[in-house]
């Protein structure tokens, strides 16, 4: 089964930047979308971005033009760009990925989580 482990959180002022990194690790048959979500405190988690295998990406319409998710499949890993960052992108950002496991099974997998704090 694979884990993912977020980094790259912190405490940065608005108009700031910020780069946030997920690393795979464990054993799948593949790993095909991946990507970042984010929850604010009292909200739902909410989609950021997503980039599949083959490197397409779909984007929130709150951080298009702000924010560039790329990933390493070599690494297994993800990686998000966040620049101008505003007081509203706080958050806990999770990465996600759509697993195939060895026997086939479709999982989802998430981190545990990287807090960001956007000062005004």
Same mark, same amino acid.
């Given at each position: 089964?694979?884990?993912l482990v977020e980094s790259g959180?912190?405490?940065v002022q608005a108009g700031g930047s910020l780069r946030l990194s997920c690393a795979a690790s464990g054993i799948a048959?593949?790993?095909n979308d991946m990507g970042w979500y984010r929850q604010a405190p009292g909200r739902q988690r909410e989609l950021v971005?997503?980039?599949?295998?083959?490197g397409s990406t779909n984007y929130a319409d709150s951080v298009k033009g702000r924010f560039t998710i790329s990933?390493? !499949?070599t +690494?297994?890993?993800?990686?998000l760009q966040m620049n !101008?960052? +505003?007081?509203e992108d706080t958050a806990v950002y999770y990465c996600n990925a759509d697993t195939i496991a060895m026997d086939s099974r479709l999982l989802e997998v998430w981190?545990?989580?990287t807090l960001v704090t956007v000062s005004s």
């Amino acid at each position: 089964q694979v884990h993912l482990v977020e980094s790259g959180g912190g405490l940065v002022q608005a108009g700031g930047s910020l780069r946030l990194s997920c690393a795979a690790s464990g054993i799948a048959f593949s790993i095909n979308d991946m990507g970042w979500y984010r929850q604010a405190p009292g909200r739902q988690r909410e989609l950021v971005a997503t980039i599949s295998s083959d490197g397409s990406t779909n984007y929130a319409d709150s951080v298009k033009g702000r924010f560039t998710i790329s990933r390493e !499949n070599t +690494k297994m890993s993800v990686y998000l760009q966040m620049n !101008n960052l +505003k007081p509203e992108d706080t958050a806990v950002y999770y990465c996600n990925a759509d697993t195939i496991a060895m026997d086939s099974r479709l999982l989802e997998v998430w981190g545990q989580g990287t807090l960001v704090t956007v000062s005004s």
